[in-house]
T-cell receptor, first 114, second 116 residues
């Protein structure tokens, strides 16, 4: 069964460093998302992406964050200068072009900022 | 903003027993999604409800959306160890642009433990 793949599974970085989290969405899907989950808290929406541009973004998604679809298969989330509070599980999700907003999630990347 | 309250926060149930998890919205639900998350893993889609009074079942899990579309329940019959995990309800946020790429708002989740 097709699945969303995220790499790496765990990323450790120093505060102030740039990180890139990678996702390979399901191949025929057209909408892509990033969410984060700080330990013990809710899963929070960050950004949605369609037709090579950001569709919607939350208040969390500030200038330190950017997303890109560099080729036909990858979808990336970049954090320019990481802060301690960026430590969280980051989930990528995707969905096909259908009316229902059923999103399929990857297993996540655990980001630890030291 | 739309808030989703889940209850209970955690639930310990003996294997074979039935259980119900609730999700209440502060606003009308236009789409309600149930996901399951195993500890430290991704979210697995279970069911989606859209219409008031709608009910869906998959294996031993049944989800309902009330007529007013502000509350949903997830019912598990004859629970098994494989049902253990965190159950999340998610909802479509209100559309602002009319576009089709809406982020989901999630509740805090219900931690389900099944005791043998």
């Amino acid at each position: 069964e097709p699945e969303v793949t995220q790499t790496p599974s765990h990323q450790v970085t120093q505060m102030g460093q740039e990180v890139i989290l990678r996702c390979v969405p399901i191949s025929n899907h057209l909408y892509f998302y990033w969410y984060r989950q700080i330990l013990g808290q809710k899963v929070e929406f960050l950004v949605s992406f369609y037709n090579n541009e950001i569709s919607e973004k939350s208040e969390i998604f500030d200038d330190q964050f950017s997303v890109e679809r560099p080729d036909g298969s990858n979808f990336t989330l970049k954090i320019r200068s990481t802060k301690l509070e960026d430590s969280a599980m980051y989930f990528c999700a995707s969905r096909p072009w259908v009316a229902k907003n059923i999103q399929y999630f990857g297993a996540g990347t655990r980001l630890s900022v030291l | 903003s739309q808030e989703l309250e889940q209850s209970p926060q955690s639930l310990i149930v003996q294997e074979g027993k039935n259980l119900t998890i609730n999700c209440t919205s502060s606003k009308t639900l236009y789409g309600l999604y149930w996901y399951k998350q195993k500890y430290g893993e991704g979210l697995i889609f279970l069911m989606m409800l859209q219409k008031g009074g709608e009910e869906k079942s998959h294996e031993k899990i049944t989800a309902k959306l009330d007529e007013k579309k502000q509350q949903s329940s997830l019912h598990i019959t004859a629970s098994q160890p494989s049902h253990a995990g965190i159950y999340l309800c998610g909802a479509d946020v209100l559309r602002t642009s009319g576009g089709g790429a809406d982020g989901l708002t999630f509740g805090k989740g219900t931690h389900l433990i099944i005791q043998p």
